[in-house]
């Protein structure tokens, strides 16, 4: 059964950094494009970034352009969400979401079939 968990949220000052993480099990991981999406309370969900099977693409919102960085290690099965200079509208849920062969050209949530319960990031002073 295909899985994803997300973790590494918490509470942080504007300005830090926090490093998000999202493991997979139960699939090819390298088959799937994976990216992470944010939602806000009383907003629509947002996508984040996007990062290709071979890691050799990635896309951002502009939103978090020069802030934020995707990676990934398909030996660890894994996807990482670097988060630097947050500020306070970076405050969401965040998800990570597996879409099988997605090329990352669209950051659209129906591209993406599999879905992890998301972790609470909040930037506060």
């Known amino acids: 059964q295909l899985q994803l968990v997300e973790s590494g949220g918490g509470l942080v000052r504007p300005g830090g950094s926090l490093s998000l993480s999202c493991a997979a099990s139960g699939f090819t991981f390298d088959n799937y494009g994976v990216a992470w999406f944010r939602q806000a309370p009383g907003k629509e969900r947002e996508g984040v970034s996007c990062i290709t099977r071979s890691g050799d693409n990635t896309n951002y919102a502009d939103s978090v352009k020069g802030r934020f960085t995707i990676s990934r290690d398909n030996g660890k099965n894994t996807v990482y969400l670097q988060l630097n200079s947050l500020k306070p509208e970076d405050t969401a849920v965040y998800y990570c979401?597996?879409?099988?062969?997605?090329?990352?050209?669209?950051?659209?949530?129906?591209?993406?079939?599999?879905w992890g319960q998301g972790t609470q990031v909040t930037v506060s002073s």
């Open positions: 979401a597996a879409g099988y062969r997605h090329t990352c050209y669209s950051l659209q949530s129906a591209y993406f079939g599999s």
